[in-house]
C-alpha cells in the first residue's frame, strides 16, 4: 500500500482555527504510511477591519463564504499550485 497524503488547508484569524488544524495534523501523522501536509491561507483582510471587532466578525463571515465559493470553483488550479510548493 502506498503512502496516503493528507492536505489540511486552514484560515485561522485569532488563531483558534490553527490550532484545531494543528490537532488534525497531529492525529493524522500518528499512521503508518501517512503524509501530512498544512496549508494556511494567507490573512488578507484590511487592517481597517480590525478596528472594530464586530465589523471583522461579519466581514469574516463574507470572505470565508467567498473564498471557499471560489476553492469550489478553482479546485485543480489550487491543487496544482500546491504541487509546485
Same mark, same amino acid.
Given at each position: 500500500?502506498?503512502c496516503m497524503?493528507?492536505? #489540511?488547508v486552514s484560515?485561522s484569524?485569532?488563531?483558534?482555527v490553527?490550532?484545531?488544524?494543528e490537532?488534525?495534523?497531529?492525529?493524522?501523522?500518528?499512521?503508518k504510511?501517512?503524509?501530512?501536509?498544512?496549508?494556511?491561507?494567507?490573512?488578507?483582510?484590511?487592517?481597517?477591519?480590525f478596528e472594530n471587532?464586530?465589523?471583522?466578525a461579519?466581514?469574516?463571515?463574507?470572505y470565508?463564504?467567498?473564498?471557499?465559493?471560489?476553492l469550489?470553483g478553482?479546485?485543480?488550479e #489550487?491543487i496544482?499550485?500546491?504541487?509546485?510548493?
Amino acid at each position: 500500500m502506498g503512502c496516503m497524503k493528507v492536505l #489540511i488547508v486552514s484560515y485561522s484569524m485569532y488563531g483558534r482555527v490553527q490550532r484545531m488544524a494543528e490537532a488534525v495534523a497531529e492525529g493524522a501523522s500518528v499512521f503508518k504510511g501517512v503524509e501530512v501536509a498544512m496549508r494556511r491561507v494567507p490573512e488578507m483582510l484590511p487592517a481597517e477591519v480590525f478596528e472594530n471587532e464586530l465589523a471583522a466578525a461579519r466581514f469574516q463571515g463574507k470572505y470565508v463564504a467567498m473564498i471557499a465559493s471560489k476553492l469550489a470553483g478553482n479546485r485543480r488550479e #489550487i491543487i496544482d499550485a500546491m504541487r509546485e510548493t
